[in-house]
């Protein structure tokens, strides 16, 4: 999905997962139970719950109309829609786990997926090099996202969008990013784009093949058959992979230049090097002794960062600016490697070569932010603790690591971990 703060490995297109979480009304929609209170069947408890969305929904309409949306638009678009409880339960239960980065790249770029994807390339090969020529982006990446989001259009959800973002604008946890998700979605309608019916996706609201969520869409959607219509939902792919090829041109896309490739390192390399904001040239990283993994000096894309996501043990990369391109659509680095490689795979690239240190256990979240608090105790850290290994936290790991004189890879671990106990 477009976009980025990523509760699991791939948020996807949801770009307000980093949005402020809010409270409105009772902790997750739910009526509060005292001492006292009667036990409920699950159909009272629904029926509860669909009144009580109801009331919600009328005093949102208000808001809604306040933004332009007609009476008309709000009668079609909330007939029949009810209370979700399976959208709740998704969003309570993501796993507190992400993937192991070699486990992601498994399934995005599997033998199955990249045979699948070379047949979609051939059956819509006119439609990707017109708009490939249009917007300057390489069809293998268009196809890559279309792969990586929805099998090739195979599963892009049949969850009614209305109902879910109701549902969850409602229950509060986070509810100013999905209300103003609704909103869009309710101004998608109005302009005719898609009718209620047809306006299905995810439980969180992402839509079509490439998983546009509904701000989105308004901002970079496109009409890619000329018929007046963003159809992103149609069985024809042809309107959302043109819109995922003018979303990544908006965003600076450079036809030809490589997300990033593979490479060697030499013995005794400076591990504190290989961060994002440690630029150089492909011959100044050649000078270090930096290679392809055809041994020669990489050509010169531009400057690039060595990047290591899975630390000193696993496979190592030498990215450049379509890497953050491709981070705008979803900022997982885990995301942007499986996109990246299936699409170098879908023009005929090899796997990557290195091996990954598929015995290691991951931490835990719990032992994941455990580690942040011992970091932010012992200085390295001025961030908050949330479980979440970003940038800061992984710099807070090279200086802590370089304090004690191991590699300086940023890698979060158990072993890092006994390190800091």
């Avoid at 980025?4 to 739910?30: D, K, T, Y």
């Avoid at 390339?121 to 268009?142: F, N, P």
Wanted: proline share 4%; hydrophobic share 40%; with cysteine.
């Amino acid at each position: 999905m477009v976009g980025s703060r990523v509760f699991s490995v791939v948020c996807g297109l949801v770009l307000g997962c980093s949005a402020a979480f809010a409270q409105s009304g009772p902790i997750g929609g739910f009526p509060q139970m005292g001492a006292g209170t009667e036990f409920q069947s699950v159909d009272q408890i629904s029926a509860t719950q669909d009144a009580a969305l109801a009331r919600w929904i009328d005093g949102f309409k208000a808001r809604a109309r306040r933004e332009g949306i007609s009476d008309t638009t709000l009668n079609r678009a909330f007939r029949g829609v009810k209370y979700d409880a399976s959208v709740i339960a998704k969003d309570r239960h993501q796993s507190e786990f992400t993937k192991q980065i070699w486990d992601y790249l498994d399934s995005a770029a599997s033998p199955v997926r990249v045979k699948n994807g070379v047949a979609a390339m051939r059956k819509h090969a006119s439609t990707l090099r017109a708009i490939e020529a249009k917007y300057g982006v390489d069809k293998q990446v268009v196809a890559a996202i279309w792969g990586v989001e929805s099998a090739y259009g195979a599963t892009r959800g049949d969850v009614p969008v209305i109902q879910a973002l109701a549902t969850l604008s409602y229950d509060g946890r986070r509810g100013r990013f999905f209300e103003a998700q609704l909103i869009a979605a309710l101004q998608i309608l109005q302009s005719g784009d898609t009718s209620p019916r047809n306006m299905t996706g995810s439980w969180a609201g992402a839509m079509g093949h490439t998983q546009f969520i509904p701000t989105s869409f308004l901002a970079f959607a496109v009409d890619g058959t000329g018929d007046g219509k963003r159809d992103i939902w149609s069985d024809d792919p042809t309107d959302a992979l043109a819109s995922t090829a003018a979303y990544l041109a908006r965003h600076g896309w450079t036809k030809g230049q490589p997300w990033g490739v593979e490479v060697r390192l030499p013995a005794g390399f400076d591990y504190s090097l290989a961060k994002r904001d440690t630029k150089r040239a492909p011959g100044d990283w050649g000078n270090l002794g930096v290679r392809g993994v055809d041994g020669k000096v990489v050509p010169n894309y531009g400057r690039g960062s060595i990047l290591l996501p899975a630390g000193a043990s696993g496979a190592a990369f030498m990215i450049f600016d379509n890497f953050a391109v491709i981070e705008r659509y979803n900022k997982a680095d885990a995301y942007v490697i499986g996109v990246g490689h299936l699409s170098d795979r879908l023009n005929g690239g090899a796997p990557i070569q290195a091996s990954w240190p598929r015995g290691y256990l991951p931490l835990s979240f719990e032992e994941k932010k455990q580690m942040q608090r011992i970091l932010k105790r012992k200085g390295f850290l001025d961030d908050k603790v949330d479980g979440l290994i970003g940038p800061n936290t992984i710099n807070a790991i090279r200086d802590f690591q370089r304090s004690i004189g191991i590699t300086q890879d940023g890698y979060p671990s158990k072993t890092l971990l006994g390190h800091l106990k």
